[in-house]
Antibody, heavy 120, light 109 residues
Framework: EVQLVESGGGLVQPGGSLRLSCAAS????????MHWVRQAPGKGLVWVSH???????TYADSVKGRFTISRDNAKNTLYLQMNGLTAEDTGVYYC??????????????WGQGTLVTVSS | EIVLTQSPATLSLSPGERATLSCRAS??????LAWYQQKPGQAPRLLIY???SRATGIPARFSGSGSGTDFTLTISSLEPEDFAVYYC???????????FGQGTKLEMK
């Protein structure tokens, strides 16, 4: 059974840092592109970052230079290092497996999400 | 950055009716478009990938169509469990970057 379990969310002050983790199981993690997607309270989905199986990464403009996505294939874990956090970064952060890459688009498995709150 | 515009923002229909949701892109996407369903307190669920391919386990009443800049998600006959928020997502070819539409809320009339 495919499972994605996020952790590492919490309350952080503006300007602070947080590292999110996503533990993957039930599939060959190293072969899949992975994403982070966030959702502010009561708002829509926002794509944050992706990393492919060759560890090539891309970011949304809103987080570029502040967030870093990485993966540890030996530990089947995806990470998101978040620095310089602002209130606009508040929301639930989901990790998702991309089932359509490298040719298409579509994420078939999602974690339950971890809540990040940026507030003083 | 490619912008996706979904319409309508809210769609009020009754069970058994047909739902047609639209997603328009600011630039041509080829077929790089997916549709998701999200219910309150839940993670999104993939319905359609690559514009028209149903994801595993998705009922046949869900269908996707379109190419270029105009895409449609159709639910042929609404079931009570279909009332939710629907998002489209696009991917640019290379480097791959992604955006979501703002969502369409499908509510029960």
């Amino acid at each position: 059974e495919v499972q994605l379990v996020e952790s590492g969310g919490g309350l952080v002050q503006p300007g602070g840092s947080l590292r999110l983790s996503c533990a993957a199981s039930g599939f060959s993690f190293r072969n899949y592109w992975m994403h982070w997607v966030r959702q502010a309270p009561g708002k829509g989905l926002v794509w944050v970052s992706h990393i492919n199986s060759d560890e090539i990464t891309t970011y949304a403009d809103s987080v570029k230079g502040r967030f870093t996505i990485s993966r540890d294939n030996a530990k089947n874990t995806l990470y998101l290092q978040m620095n310089g956090l602002t209130a606009e970064d508040t929301g639930v952060y989901y990790c998702a497996r991309d089932s359509a890459a490298p040719i298409g688009v579509g994420s078939d498995y999602w974690g339950q999400g971890t809540l990040v709150t940026v507030s003083s | 950055e490619i912008v996706l515009t979904q319409s309508p923002a809210t769609l009020s229909l009754s069970p058994g009716e047909r739902a047609t949701l639209s997603c328009r892109a600011s630039q041509s996407l080829s077929s790089y478009l997916a549709w998701y369903q999200q219910k309150p307190g839940q993670a999104p669920r993939l319905l359609i990938y690559d514009a028209s391919s149903r994801a595993t386990g998705i009922p046949a009443r869900f269908s996707g169509s379109g190419s270029g800049t105009d895409f449609t998600l159709t639910i042929s006959s609404l079931e009570p469990e279909d009332f939710a928020v629907y998002y489209c997502q696009q991917r640019s070819n290379w480097p791959p970057r992604y955006t979501f539409g703002q969502g369409t809320k499908l509510e029960m009339k």
